[in-house]
């Protein structure tokens, strides 16, 4: 069973870059899809955006695209939400999932796998 911890959330204000970080216990990683989550309080989690196994490709939801970007290490067992030109409608507590699948799911029901969650709160 992986184990998924975030860290790299703060503060930051509008306009500013932030970089999150999903470090995975398993070695296996790479087999893996992983999405990034947001979460604000009230609403249920949206989905930001995910990789695909071997970081072959890529999904961004509407608000987030051309401005965040998701890479993957799979030596480091690690995934990376690059947030750039944050915006305050951006602050939420940021999670992510993990799913051993071919495909990019962006529902939160679909993923078994879950960190503890970072926030990231943009001021203006």
């Known amino acids: 069973q992986v184990q998924l911890v975030e860290s790299g959330g703060g503060l930051a204000l509008t306009g500013e870059s932030l970089r999150l970080s999903c470090a995975a216990s398993?070695?296996?990683?790479?087999?893996?899809?992983v999405a990034w989550f947001r979460q604000t309080p009230g609403r249920d989690r949206e989905f930001v955006g995910g990789i695909g196994p071997s970081g072959v490709t890529t999904h961004y939801s509407d608000p987030v695209r051309g401005r965040f970007t998701i890479s993957r290490d799979d030596a480091k067992t690690t995934v990376y939400l690059q947030m750039d030109s944050l915006k305050p409608e951006d602050t939420a507590i940021y999670y992510c999932?993990?799913?051993?699948?071919?495909?990019?799911?962006?529902?939160?029901?679909?993923?078994?796998?879950w960190g503890q969650g970072t926030q990231v709160t943009v001021s203006s």
């Open positions: 999932a993990a799913q051993i699948t071919n495909w990019i799911l962006t529902l939160a029901e679909h993923y078994s796998y």
């Open positions: 398993e070695g296996t990683f790479s087999s893996y899809a």
